[in-house]
T-cell receptor
Framework: QQQVKQSPQSLIVQKGGIPIINCAYENTAFDYFPWYQQFPGKGPALLIAIRPDVSEKKEGRFTISFNKSAKQFSLHIMDSQPGDSATYFCAATAGGGNKLTFGTGTQLKVEL | NAGVMQNPRHLVRRRGQEARLRCSPMKGHSHVYWYRQLPEEGLKFMVYLQKENIIDESGMPKERFSAEFPKEGPSILRIQQVVRGDSAAYFC??????????FGDGTRLSIL
């Protein structure tokens, strides 16, 4: 009930490509869906987040698409750059000030 | 530096010793969360605390693990009688109310 499933496990794209990372959840109580970016040796950094009352949110080159009926959400990175190479985690939480349930992560590599 | 501060960054212990991990939240944040990350895995929630109170400890192992967030000073995650399976990266996050969680860079715990 608390699980968040993330795919793919790893992804390689060329510079300028649009990597897409997908997540699915089961718990309908989840109401906040952040994405985190993590570089080796560092903690996760909040990238962008969405609530289920909107279907899409854009911040710079990062876009979240949200499908409430399918209980799925995805991250798109426009015009990807080698500096975007990192591990990306989707997460979900129910209610404010509550624990995050994380996906298993996607290792993204952007090649020149 | 106004970010979440964790220390030590690396900690080596022998089996049976105690490990104490410290976390100073961001200025103005009164909510602290601890997560554990095993290699190649996502973060798993352990415990959520507010000043002097444990709010949710549903992710904490039943034995050997404890956490506190005193009125003054950092939050402490304490692991007694460590075993090899405790080797992991431990991340602390902080937030203010319903606001997003911000993570520190973690403590890498190695058990010899």
């Amino acid at each position: 009930q608390q699980q968040v499933k993330q795919s793919p496990q790893s992804l390689i794209v060329q510079k300028g490509g649009i990597p897409i990372i997908n997540c699915a959840y089961e718990n309908t109580a989840f109401d906040y869906f952040p994405w985190y970016q993590q570089f080796p040796g560092k903690g996760p950094a909040l990238l962008i987040a969405i609530r289920p009352d909107v279907s899409e949110k854009k911040e710079g080159r990062f876009t979240i698409s949200f499908n409430k009926s399918a209980k799925q959400f995805s991250l798109h990175i426009m015009d990807s750059q080698p500096g975007d190479s990192a591990t990306y985690f989707c997460a979900a939480t129910a209610g404010g000030g509550n624990k995050l349930t994380f996906g298993t992560g996607t290792q993204l590599k952007v090649e020149l | 530096n106004a970010g979440v501060m964790q220390n030590p960054r690396h900690l080596v212990r022998r089996r049976g010793q105690e490990a104490r991990l410290r976390c100073s939240p961001m200025k103005g944040h009164s909510h602290v969360y601890w997560y554990r990350q095993l290699p190649e895995e996502g973060l798993k929630f352990m415990v959520y605390l507010q000043k002097e109170n444990i709010i949710d400890e549903s992710g904490m192992p039943k034995e050997r693990f404890s956490a506190e967030f005193p009125k003054e000073g950092p939050s402490i995650l304490r692991i007694q009688q460590v075993v090899r399976g405790d080797s992991a990266a431990y991340f602390c996050a902080s937030s203010q109310g319903n606001q997003p969680q911000h993570f520190g860079d973690g403590t890498r715990l190695s058990i010899l």
